[in-house]
């Protein structure tokens, strides 16, 4: 990794990954650059600030390029900075940045080609494999019954539509209380019965925004649209909050967990 040094700061400063060592450094050089072209803010402020859900060293370890991050990581790097600081329109930067995590995920994947395996060894290598597989499969056999998770039902999705209230980025007064609302489209082909938006995690001032664990979502039949509604009471200091919602069952079971937690986010004054 390049370094250089930067007027005003002590010690060496990198320059992120060179383009040219392989598609995992190329796409974090592109972390890199995205991050200093919105002001380059510190992965502290990345989270804490700005709302990214991933932890100080997950995004920090996304642009030094010594693995390829997940699509989740990358993601959440590049949502704050691309969408919310630099003002890119959510969905084109999701596309763009998802094709080119997928091409170094793919080149990666690729890898140099095929090795040959000399003869003597074949037979040990197969039945090592073997071995493992069985192994695998036992444990899978015995595991899930207890304390798996259960599945989503099959054709089951959401798509969020609107902030109805309280857009992301409203200012609020420290102490008072308002109400978030979202509204949602049943996109499946599962009715949704007996389900909740759970708290799922938050950013922002020490004491937070003062929620309910978990709020009711209304029964909806495949199609129709939904309006769910938290109560949420401002931390009494000036700041930033933003707290994650998911989908869960009445058990408190994620449901849809490949999707991306709604959230809301607001200025404390």
Same mark, same amino acid.
């Given at each position: 990794?390049d370094?250089?040094?930067r007027?005003?700061? *002590?010690?060496?400063? $990198?320059?992120?990954?060179?383009?040219?060592?392989?598609?995992v450094?190329e796409?974090?050089?592109?972390?890199?650059e995205l991050k200093r072209?919105?002001?380059?803010?510190?992965?502290?402020r990345?989270r804490?600030e700005?709302?990214a &859900?991933?932890?100080?060293?997950a995004?920090? $370890?996304a642009? *030094?390029?010594?693995?390829l991050?997940?699509w989740?990581?990358?993601?959440e790097?590049?949502r704050v900075l691309?969408?919310?600081?630099?003002?890119?329109?959510e969905d084109?930067?999701?596309?763009?940045?998802?094709?080119?995590?997928e091409?170094?995920?793919?080149a &990666?994947t690729a890898?140099?080609?095929?090795?040959a #395996?000399k003869?003597r060894?074949?037979a040990? @290598? @197969?039945?090592?494999?073997?071995?493992v597989v @069985?192994v695998?499969?036992l444990?899978?056999?015995?595991?899930?019954p207890?304390?798996?998770?259960p599945?989503?039902?099959?054709g089951?999705?959401?798509?969020f539509?609107?902030?109805?209230?309280?857009?992301?980025g409203?200012e609020?007064a420290?102490?008072?209380?308002f109400?978030?609302?979202?509204?949602f489209?049943?996109?499946?082909?599962?009715?949704?019965?007996g389900?909740y938006l759970?708290? $799922?995690g938050s950013?922002?001032?020490?004491?937070?925004?003062?929620t309910?664990? *978990?709020?009711?979502?209304? +029964?909806t039949?495949?199609?129709?649209?939904?309006r769910?509604? #938290?109560?949420v009471?401002?931390?009494?200091?000036?700041?930033?909050c933003?707290?994650?919602?998911?989908?869960?069952?009445? +058990?408190?079971?994620?449901?849809?967990?490949n999707?991306?937690?709604?959230?809301?986010?607001?200025?404390?004054?």
């Amino acid at each position: 990794m390049d370094v250089e040094r930067r007027p005003g700061r *002590r010690g060496r400063v $990198a320059r992120g990954p060179a383009e040219d060592s392989g598609p995992v450094a190329e796409f974090a050089r592109r972390l890199w650059e995205l991050k200093r072209a919105a002001g380059d803010p510190s992965y502290d402020r990345m989270r804490d600030e700005y709302g990214a &859900l991933a932890s100080k060293s997950a995004l920090s $370890a996304a642009a *030094r390029g010594e693995r390829l991050p997940s699509w989740e990581t990358a993601w959440e790097f590049v949502r704050v900075l691309a969408a919310g600081v630099l003002g890119g329109d959510e969905d084109e930067v999701r596309h763009e940045w998802r094709g080119a995590w997928e091409r170094a995920r793919d080149a &990666l994947t690729a890898g140099p080609g095929p090795v040959a #395996v000399k003869p003597r060894r074949t037979a040990f @290598l @197969l039945a090592g494999a073997v071995a493992v597989v @069985l192994v695998a499969a036992l444990v899978f056999v015995f595991a899930a019954p207890f304390g798996a998770e259960p599945a989503a039902p099959v054709g089951d999705a959401s798509e969020f539509v609107a902030d109805v209230t309280v857009p992301d980025g409203s200012e609020v007064a420290a102490g008072s209380t308002f109400v978030k609302t979202w509204e949602f489209r049943n996109a499946g082909t599962v009715g949704w019965v007996g389900r909740y938006l759970v708290r $799922a995690g938050s950013f922002g001032n020490p004491g937070e925004c003062g929620t309910p664990e *978990r709020v009711p979502v209304p +029964q909806t039949a495949p199609g129709e649209r939904v309006r769910v509604s #938290v109560e949420v009471r401002a931390p009494d200091a000036p700041g930033h909050c933003q707290v994650y919602w998911k989908m869960a069952d009445e +058990q408190g079971h994620i449901l849809l967990p490949n999707a991306r937690a709604v959230f809301f986010s607001v200025r404390v004054l």
